[in-house]
């Protein structure tokens, strides 16, 4: 069913086809041709920023420019200017003429091309030295010729190599263009992508480049470059939905169905889809985000992870456990880490449903416990019980979060009065099945069934059986072996 991916290179995005990205491609080498420039190509992890500089840097190279790429990493202390001397130490010097005496300061950096450059300046004070770098650098790319500088990944960079990057971008050569790839929501807070508020010169052309998840139809376009007639429209709505339009889940999605080329036929495709492992990158990506958070904003990202659906900021907080202004501050850290963001009606959920699943993967739970753990205490039953104990005079109209009553649609309590004379069940079986819902007594707490009743609450409710936990099955099964007709079943 899956057609090679050219063996060993199969794994390599390049060996997909760039779908969807023809229109920001455009963009991104009308700018750099049209030198100086200073491109940003900004996206969420997964969305394909490096891939579309890739294409552009193969399109540049053959029409002989100069692409010098540098890469800045998660390090704990990143390296001054590593990105900046990794891209320069790529350039070809064949053709280059002789360098201005300026350049001699970036020998200490680039010590493979120190006999080719003119000897260092004598040693100065730092200021000095910071100033005689920036020169350094302006006359190296200068002597280059038509030359685009990539730093990729610039969130993950210093301090001094931002301010480096941001006079050069105040004052660029002639004949460079500046391509920038960041991830905004991963500045430190309060940043700007260059470290201060910049606007383009006047004579320096650019653009900034937002890249956005594929539509339905771009990844079935992407299906069918790697599966051939076999890329079914119903294989293509499986990728979509569970990448959400993300090229690289999508594409190693498309790696797992090539290594099991035994596999035969669209239904089994879809279904090896549904039960396949989180893809390593989405899988790295979200588990570095949440290893970076505070405990509070931990707690509340295991507490979504198992309920796995939109909830409302109370009901995490009150599972989670910090109190309602750490719990505040803790979504919004969440919010601004882009772990989750705001759904309808004021319930917060995960951006992806596979990061759900990787966090999910992440919060401790005991194999043989029943009353312990994170995952145990956001059980349903649990969940039940602290919601009605922390709502126990809700408004009529209030809803409960989507997907607890076994329906896609929220479900809106009744009124007291159109459920006063109604049969009320409080048995565990009555969360069982799609509709079951909320009771309540008049004068009497909110009660969700299968939950015990409020702390404010000894007795009965009225209509339920005196031990809710016995079920509705479990009762009418006694009666039967006793044969009593007046056995009372809830």
């Known amino acids: 069913m899956i057609r090679d991916l050219d063996g060993e290179a199969a794994g390599r995005s390049e060996r997909f086809p760039l779908v969807g990205r023809q229109r920001e491609l455009e963009r991104l080498l009308a700018a750099v041709?049209?030198?100086?420039?200073?491109?940003?190509?900004?996206?969420?992890?997964?969305?394909?920023?490096?891939?579309?500089?890739?294409?552009?840097?193969?399109?540049?190279?053959?029409?002989?420019?100069?692409?010098?790429?540098?890469?800045?990493?998660?390090?704990?202390?990143?390296?001054?200017?590593g990105p900046v001397a990794d891209a320069l130490c790529r350039a070809d010097l064949a053709n280059a003429p002789a360098f201005p005496p300026s350049a001699g300061a970036l020998a200490p950096l680039l010590p493979d091309l120190a006999d080719r450059l003119p000897p260092p300046p004598s040693s100065a004070d730092p200021t000095s030295r910071r100033f005689q770098l920036l020169q350094a650098v302006r006359s190296f790319l200068t002597a280059l010729g038509p030359t685009v500088l990539v730093v990729e990944d610039l969130h993950w960079t210093d301090e001094a190599t931002r301010d480096l990057l941001l006079l050069l971008a105040r004052d660029l050569p002639p004949r460079l263009s500046l391509v920038l790839t960041h991830r905004a929501d991963?500045?430190?807070?309060?940043?700007?992508?260059?470290?201060?508020?910049?606007?383009?010169?006047p004579g320096t052309g650019g653009s900034v480049i937002q890249l956005n998840p594929l539509r339905k139809s771009e990844v079935q376009e992407l299906a069918a470059a790697a599966l051939g007639p076999h890329a079914t429209p119903a294989l293509g709505?499986?990728?979509?939905?569970?990448?959400?339009?993300?090229?690289?889940?999508?594409?190693?999605?498309?790696?797992?169905?090539?290594?099991?080329?035994?596999?035969?036929?669209?239904?089994?495709?879809?279904?090896?889809?549904?039960?396949?492992?989180?893809?390593?990158?989405?899988?790295?990506?979200?588990?570095?985000?949440?290893?970076?958070?505070?405990?509070?904003?931990?707690?509340i990202a295991e507490a979504a992870a198992v309920l796995a659906v939109p909830a409302p900021e109370e009901l995490l907080t009150a599972l989670a456990g910090p109190d309602a202004e750490q719990g505040a501050d803790a979504l919004i850290e969440l919010l601004r880490a882009s772990v989750l963001r705001e759904a309808d009606q004021g319930t917060y959920t995960f951006r992806h449903a596979l990061a759900q699943q990787v966090a999910y993967q992440h919060v401790p739970a005991p194999p043989d416990s029943g009353c312990t753990g994170a995952r145990s205490r956001c059980s349903r039953p649990a969940i039940r019980s602290r919601w009605c104990r922390s709502r126990t005079t809700p408004s009529p109209s209030a809803t409960w979060p989507a997907g607890w009553c076994g329906r896609r649609r929220p479900r809106t309590r009744r009124s007291p009065s159109a459920t006063a004379a109604r049969p009320r069940r409080c048995c565990t079986s009555c969360s069982t099945g799609p509709n079951w819902r909320a009771r309540r007594v008049p004068g009497r707490p909110w009660h969700w069934p299968g939950s015990p009743p409020p702390a404010s609450t000894s007795e009965p409710m009225p209509g339920c059986c005196a031990d809710s936990s016995t079920t509705v099955g479990c009762r009418r099964r006694r009666a039967a072996r006793s044969g009593s007709a007046s056995a009372s079943v809830c």
Not at 188 to 201: D, E, N
Not at 241 to 264: F, K, N, Q
């Open 33 to 81: 041709r049209n030198p100086p420039a200073v491109v940003l190509v900004e996206g969420e992890p997964g969305i394909g920023k490096s891939r579309l500089v890739r294409e552009a840097s193969a399109t540049l190279r053959a029409e002989r420019y100069q692409v010098l790429t540098g890469f800045c990493h998660p390090l704990r202390e990143p390296l001054p200017y």
């Open 237 to 299: 709505a499986t990728l979509h939905r569970r990448s959400e339009g993300l090229p690289l889940v999508a594409e190693e999605d498309l790696i797992t169905l090539a290594e099991h080329g035994s596999t035969h036929g669209c239904t089994e495709a879809v279904e090896r889809l549904r039960v396949a492992d989180v893809p390593r990158g989405l899988r790295e990506a979200v588990t570095e985000r949440l290893t970076g958070l505070s405990p509070a904003a931990a707690s």
């Open 186 to 201: 991963e500045l430190p807070q309060g940043t700007a992508v260059l470290g201060a508020a910049y606007s383009r010169p």
